[in-house]
């Protein structure tokens, strides 16, 4: 009889995901005196953690006289994933003294949690007990070991754990290959995999994906092509966590066009499939596109966008100032309960000063229940657009008031600021704050802002001399902004000075070839304004000469494995291997 009512109760549980349901479902057991069963109390317990209710969990459990292992790693797990490790550990300890010994799944809920609270010194210590309990060589505790050393990015760790382990499953080598990806050592991660295959291991759809993780630049876009076309001669394709994999890395190497074919082949597109393409759009510039799949997006009632895409397609809202939509955003964010969020705050905050509501913006700003640098980085940069100087100011005091540190993204504001507001003085303060106060070094745009500030004042021989004076190699972008104020005050001669230094780094540069050549007709040297636009058309006219795709993939594959590089040969085997006559 037990054992049919376990039958029953598990269908009908789970139809069971609210906190109202969870207690009726104990009531019910209660009644039909199966509450001291640790069968049922597991079940229990799960739910009320997925409720985040972990003291009806903790009551329920410690009513139950015979606890079983699975019951003593629910309440675990529940408290791991609530980041509680001192209420977890202190179970762990009690379940030592108990009958019941923790097995390999106890141990993997602990490395889950000590990881997910970024706690190393924890996650080691419950190393330690994992190969002193004598599961060192098991491979749960393995791949749990090695995924969370890898999400501390202590990939040196992870590869001890992974090669220590004899004959790995797929879920082990999965776990490298992602840990390799998520902490930027894509080449290792594509070594591993070859010697995976190389072993005769088949990978799975959770291979591909954590293969793809690493690709991240437009550089290593011919690598997610030939994974791509491993993925189609295997038959992986199809699966939407390879499928979602490859959007994300489409996106990432800003190949949007692939990303959006990629998208379109996956049956039941996910959210992460679904924020890949949108952060995609938004960051090739095509903020339209952004905004019409987000609608798209919320048209479907299964999925629910999450902080990190709304406040990207916010920044989208911005950039096209779409005050419209963007309030319609901010809708959704209201109706989701998002409006806590910092990231998401912080986004608004950017699309009403962007968008000329700086009333919105700073009302959002003072319901803000948490700021952080970033949040009074953006209202300070919103006052100092709108004019606001002062205020601006004041928010930058209070600010370190509230004990928050700035970074180079407030020196940045409160430059740009000064710029706004014409405030020469007050920008040579903030940079010596920047450099004497805070010890941040300044990057290019807080020199741009400084030569602007140095240029609208007429000082131009000042600003030359700033600008020689910065440690070479001089960004380009900070000769460009002496180029322009040279251009607007008409100075010919410094302007010639300027654009030598240009086109020694950018000769190709039709832009600051425009902006000299504005300066000459300003002065009605007409010879110079026909060579420098004559100089412009014919760089434009160059023709390239054709070339086979095929051609092209060899070049390129020869170019990122020289014979010097550590991993060249399994690469171009790699590469030789996977991408014969397929067309990705």
Same mark, same amino acid.
């Given at each position: 009889?037990?054992?049919?009512?376990?039958? *029953?109760?598990?269908?009908?549980?789970?139809?069971?995901?609210?906190?109202?349901?969870?207690?009726?479902?104990?009531?019910?057991?209660?009644?039909?005196?199966?509450?001291?069963?640790?069968?049922?109390? $597991?079940?229990?317990?799960?739910?009320?953690?997925?409720?985040?209710?972990?003291?009806?969990? +903790?009551?329920?459990? %410690?009513?139950?006289?015979?606890?079983?292992?699975?019951?003593?790693?629910?309440?675990? =797990?529940?408290?791991?994933?609530?980041?509680?490790?001192?209420?977890?550990?202190?179970?762990? !300890?009690?379940?030592?003294?108990?009958?019941?010994?923790?097995?390999?799944?106890? !141990?993997?809920?602990?490395?889950?949690?000590?990881?997910?609270?970024?706690?190393?010194?924890?996650?080691?210590?419950?190393?330690?007990?994992?190969?002193?309990?004598?599961?060192?060589?098991?491979?749960?505790?393995?791949?749990?070991?090695?995924?969370?050393?890898?999400?501390?990015?202590?990939?040196?760790?992870? $590869?001890?754990?992974?090669?220590?382990?004899?004959?790995?499953?797929?879920?082990?080598?999965?776990?490298?290959?992602?840990?390799?990806?998520?902490? @930027?050592?894509?080449?290792?991660?594509?070594?591993?995999?070859?010697?995976?295959?190389?072993?005769?291991?088949?990978? /799975?759809?959770?291979?591909?994906?954590?293969?793809?993780?690493?690709?991240?630049?437009?550089?290593?876009?011919?690598?997610?092509?030939?994974?791509?076309?491993?993925?189609?001669?295997?038959?992986?394709?199809?699966?939407?966590?390879?499928?979602?994999?490859?959007?994300?890395? !489409?996106?990432?190497? &800003?190949?949007?066009?692939?990303? !959006?074919?990629?998208?379109?082949?996956?049956?039941?597109?996910?959210?992460?499939?679904?924020?890949?393409?949108?952060?995609?759009?938004?960051?090739?510039?095509?903020?339209?596109?952004?905004?019409?799949?987000?609608?798209?997006?919320?048209?479907?009632?299964?999925?629910?966008?999450?902080?990190?895409?709304?406040?990207?397609?916010?920044?989208?809202?911005?950039?096209?100032?779409?005050?419209?939509?963007?309030?319609?955003?901010?809708?959704?964010?209201? =109706?989701?309960?998002?409006?806590?969020?910092?990231?998401?705050?912080?986004? #608004?905050?950017?699309?009403?000063?962007?968008?000329?509501?700086?009333?919105?913006?700073?009302?959002?700003?003072?319901?803000?229940?948490? &700021?952080?640098?970033?949040?009074?980085?953006?209202? *300070?940069?919103?006052?100092?657009?709108?004019?606001?100087?002062?205020?601006?100011?004041?928010?930058? &005091?209070?600010?370190?008031?509230?004990? *928050?540190?700035?970074?180079?993204?407030?020196?940045?504001?409160?430059?740009?600021?000064?710029?706004?507001?014409?405030?020469?003085?007050?920008?040579?303060?903030? #940079?010596?704050?920047?450099?004497?106060?805070?010890?941040?070094?300044? +990057?290019?745009?807080?020199?741009?802002?400084?030569?602007?500030?140095?240029?609208?004042?007429? &000082?131009?021989?000042?600003?030359?001399?700033?600008?020689?004076?910065?440690?070479?190699?001089? /960004?380009?972008?900070?000769? @460009?902004?002496?180029?322009?104020?040279?251009?607007?005050?008409?100075?010919?001669?410094?302007?010639?000075?300027?654009?030598?230094?240009?086109?020694?780094?950018?000769?190709?540069?039709?832009?600051?070839?425009?902006?000299?050549?504005?300066?000459?007709?300003?002065?009605?040297?007409?010879?110079?304004?026909?060579? #420098? +636009? %004559?100089?412009?058309?014919?760089?434009?006219?160059?023709?390239?000469?054709?070339?086979?795709?095929?051609?092209?993939?060899?070049?390129?594959?020869?170019?990122?494995?020289?014979?010097?590089?550590?991993?060249?040969?399994?690469?171009?085997?790699?590469?030789?291997?996977?991408?014969?006559?397929?067309?990705?």
């Amino acid at each position: 009889m037990p054992s049919l009512f376990r039958v *029953i109760i598990s269908e009908f549980a789970k139809t069971f995901q609210t906190m109202v349901s969870t207690e009726k479902l104990q009531a019910f057991v209660a009644k039909t005196h199966l509450a001291r069963d640790p069968f049922f109390a $597991t079940k229990l317990v799960r739910f009320y953690a997925l409720n985040g209710d972990l003291h009806s969990a +903790r009551k329920l459990f %410690d009513e139950i006289p015979q606890k079983s292992v699975f019951l003593w790693n629910s309440i675990i =797990r529940a408290y791991s994933q609530a980041r509680q490790m001192g209420d977890a550990v202190s179970l762990f !300890y009690e379940m030592l003294g108990s009958d019941t010994m923790p097995d390999n799944f106890t !141990y993997a809920c602990l490395v889950r949690g000590f990881s997910e609270s970024f706690d190393s010194k924890g996650l080691r210590r419950v190393h330690g007990g994992v190969i002193v309990s004598g599961l060192g060589f098991d491979h749960i505790c393995g791949s749990a070991v090695v995924t969370a050393y890898s999400k501390l990015c202590l990939v040196g760790e992870a $590869t001890k754990v992974f090669h220590s382990i004899p004959d790995p499953d797929v879920v082990l080598w999965n776990a490298m290959i992602s840990g390799y990806g998520s902490c @930027g050592f894509w080449d290792k991660g594509i070594s591993l995999f070859s010697l995976m295959l190389h072993l005769g291991k088949r990978p /799975d759809f959770y291979t591909m994906a954590g293969l793809t993780a690493g690709l991240s630049n437009c550089g290593l876009l011919i690598i997610g092509q030939s994974v791509h076309g491993f993925c189609l001669k295997v038959n992986l394709d199809y699966e939407v966590h390879v499928g979602s994999a490859l959007v994300s890395m !489409y996106s990432r190497c &800003k190949c949007i066009d692939s990303a !959006y074919r990629m998208f379109l082949t996956v049956p039941e597109p996910d959210l992460v499939a679904w924020s890949s393409l949108i952060t995609g759009f938004s960051r090739c510039m095509n903020h339209k596109e952004a905004l019409f799949w987000f609608s798209k997006l919320n048209m479907s009632c299964k999925k629910k966008p999450d902080c990190i895409l709304v406040a990207c397609v916010l920044g989208s809202c911005a950039e096209l100032s779409n005050p419209m939509q963007g309030k319609e955003v901010h809708g959704h964010v209201l =109706r989701q309960g998002l409006e806590l969020d910092i990231m998401v705050c912080t986004s #608004l905050i950017d699309f009403y000063s962007k968008c000329g509501s700086l009333d919105s913006a700073i009302n959002v700003f003072a319901g803000m229940a948490e &700021k952080n640098v970033v949040s009074f980085n953006a209202i *300070i940069l919103g006052l100092g657009l709108h004019g606001f100087a002062s205020i601006a100011f004041e928010k930058f &005091k209070d600010m370190l008031e509230m004990g *928050i540190r700035p970074d180079e993204g407030t020196f940045s504001a409160l430059l740009c600021t000064c710029c706004h507001s014409g405030l020469l003085d007050k920008g040579r303060e903030f #940079l010596r704050i920047m450099r004497n106060e805070f010890g941040l070094e300044p +990057r290019p745009e807080h020199h741009v802002y400084m030569v602007k500030l140095l240029g609208m004042e007429g &000082k131009l021989e000042e600003a030359f001399g700033f600008v020689s004076s910065l440690q070479e190699p001089i /960004d380009s972008g900070i000769w @460009g902004a002496l180029l322009a104020c040279c251009e607007s005050h008409g100075d010919a001669h410094l302007a010639e000075v300027v654009a030598e230094k240009l086109f020694e780094s950018d000769p190709e540069k039709s832009a600051y070839k425009v902006m000299l050549s504005n300066v000459y007709a300003r002065h009605g040297r007409w010879d110079e304004v026909k060579m #420098l +636009r %004559d100089g412009i058309s014919e760089s434009k006219e160059g023709k390239v000469p054709g070339i086979s795709w095929q051609k092209i993939h060899l070049i390129v594959a020869e170019q990122a494995f020289p014979p010097e590089f550590p991993h060249s040969q399994p690469m171009m085997a790699f590469y030789h291997g996977i991408s014969g006559s397929q067309n990705v």
